[in-house]
């Protein structure tokens, strides 16, 4: 047989995934590995989902998505960060964020072209890159720093091939909420050497400490910034798969044309949900992050009391401890833990070489969960 693709048969499989096989074997395993919202969709998102199937809204939409649907996402990012843009020529809407994501970077980049990619991160972020044809280049943030992106670090990767700089914030798997001087800092580098900046704001509702910046609002980020975000998390809509890329036109209209040759549209009836997530669900959202934010502050005062250095994070729902004191790598560590006290982590390792001792932990858990966790995790530490 001819070989495969090269670059994907290249490209090793999510080390996430590991994990979740192993804890699928046992018995009695409390999850801190999945991201995703504990939360069942609100009624209400729920009730308009059903209301369109009953009424036969099974059709595609416009390439782009519906209009009602782009109008709200454009004027919710204008009244709650100040970030304008034409909801008929600059936003679309996408299968998810992991879509959006894919678009912009085919459409973004050339063959070899790099893009900088500030770790720990999401593990979707290098594959999709290479994917894309481009080279990922890491530059490393501190967990000393709260892992603050340094603009000094990101000028030294900056080659002759760089294109982008790809951001998360709030973070996958740090919590991480950059501040504003960092953002503005990496703006006036992507200026200086003419890049593109890819922001990553799915967790933008779920900021607890301080507020969330968009970066497409900042001065000078707009004509090369493009800003990706959705339902999935504030919105517990997972499984609904919508999400959306607001960008320059440029940009923009040629993730359309992307989009409609391999994906079509975003789900008709998805839309619709999201059309009741944005209109009629703020009081659902608020309830769930502070909820999370709750949780939050009971499991990272668990975690530094057992023993666990644990960076304050600011967004997400994630903590991101260091295990450094157990004298374990972040593998070895997550996989006695899973297999010995029924806990499943995620070791940091696989988020990028920054995030080797840490384990990543999602607090999107019922607290009563959250407490029997720390309780484990604690006998582990004892035994270790």
Known sequence: MKPLNEVIAACPPSGIRRFFDIAAELDDVISLGVGEPDFVTPWRIREAGIYALEHGYTTYTSN????????????????????????????????????????????????????????????????????????????????????????????????????????????????????RPALEALVRLAEQHDLYLISDEIYDRLTYTGTHTCLGALPGARERTVVLGGFSKAHAMTGWRVGWICAPRPVAELCVRVHQYTMLCAPHVSQLAAVEAMTSAEDDVTEMVADYDRRRRVFVKGLREIGLDCPEPGGAFYAFPSIRSSGLDSETFAERLLRQEGVAVVPGSVFGPSGEGHIRCSYATALPLLEEALGRIDRFLRRE
């Open 64 to 179: 782009a998505g519906l209009p009602r649907l782009r109008e709200l996402v454009c004027a919710d990012l204008a009244n709650r960060y100040d970030a304008h843009y034409a909801w008929d020529s600059e936003c679309l809407i996408t299968t998810g964020v992991s879509e959006g994501l894919d678009l912009t970077l085919r459409v973004l980049l050339n063959p070899g072209d790099e893009v900088i990619v500030p770790e720990p991160c999401y593990v979707a972020y290098e594959p999709c890159v290479t994917f894309a044809g481009g080279a990922a280049v890491r530059v490393p943030t501190r967990w000393e720093d709260g892992f603050a992106i340094d603009a000094a670090t990101v000028a030294a990767a900056i080659t002759p091939r760089t294109k982008a700089i790809l951001i998360g914030s709030p973070a996958n798997p740090t919590g991480a909420v950059q501040p």
